[in-house]
């Protein structure tokens, strides 16, 4: 277990980066994981989670938190639906970069096609497929007064619950500062669930297609 912890703790140092980049560095991840479409290596679920835990010791001001990262959220879904509106379908043949997977950007679209415009909002809890979600919208010329209504939603219920479940948690655990990164391993694992159940949905989906 300690292993796992520390392999965690050097692979992203939740803690520490909030702690020495304050609410300028939130901002700016929450920014990018749609904005630059980088979501599949930024950890938004987990970081606001450790967040909001760190907030409620007061290395944070919560309010302050919430307001700035919900606007981060839904700007960067802005600036992604409108990458996605400028450049079109011939954005499922671009090559694969450093900020950029075809195969991430087609299983948002398939998501996109089994849920619609609803999409913008559960894919803020699905990791990869929040990243693409709104340049999909913007490739399937989603009408832009619908998708900022959807967009303000999902980003504002996203960030909040994330932020107020981290700092929930730091609120009713005793000496959370003793366990904080046994904490940070649970929210880090389960901000990843619903990316893995999604996944195994799209295999069996495949093998039952497969079958008929």
Not at 12 to 36: D, K, M, N, P, Q
């Amino acid at each position: 277990m300690l292993a796992v912890i520390e392999f965690f703790q050097r692979l992203y140092h939740f803690e520490e980066l909030i702690r020495w980049g304050g609410h300028a560095v939130l901002v700016a991840i929450v920014f990018s994981e749609t904005g630059i479409m980088a979501g599949f290596f930024l950890p938004g679920d987990s970081l606001l989670a450790t967040a909001g835990l760190l907030a409620s010791q007061g290395c944070l001001d919560v309010r302050l938190l919430i307001v700035e990262l919900c606007i981060a959220a839904i700007l960067g879904d802005s600036v992604s639906y409108a990458i996605g509106r400028k450049i079109g379908p011939p954005l499922f043949s671009r090559e694969d970069s450093l900020f950029f997977r075809k195969s991430h950007l087609r299983r948002a679209h398939a998501f996109y096609e089994r849920y619609g415009a609803k999409t913008i909002v559960l894919a803020r809890f699905i990791p990869i497929i929040r990243t693409f979600a709104p340049v999909v919208a913007g490739v399937g010329e989603m009408a832009y007064k619908r998708f900022v209504t959807y967009n303000i939603v999902g980003g504002m219920a996203w960030v909040t619950l994330m932020i107020l479940t981290g700092f929930w948690l730091g609120r009713v655990i005793p000496n959370v500062e003793q366990h904080i990164h046994e904490i940070i391993l649970i929210v880090i694992l389960l901000s990843i669930l619903p990316g893995f159940i999604e996944a195994w949905r799209d295999r069996r989906r495949a093998a039952q297609g497969a079958l008929r």
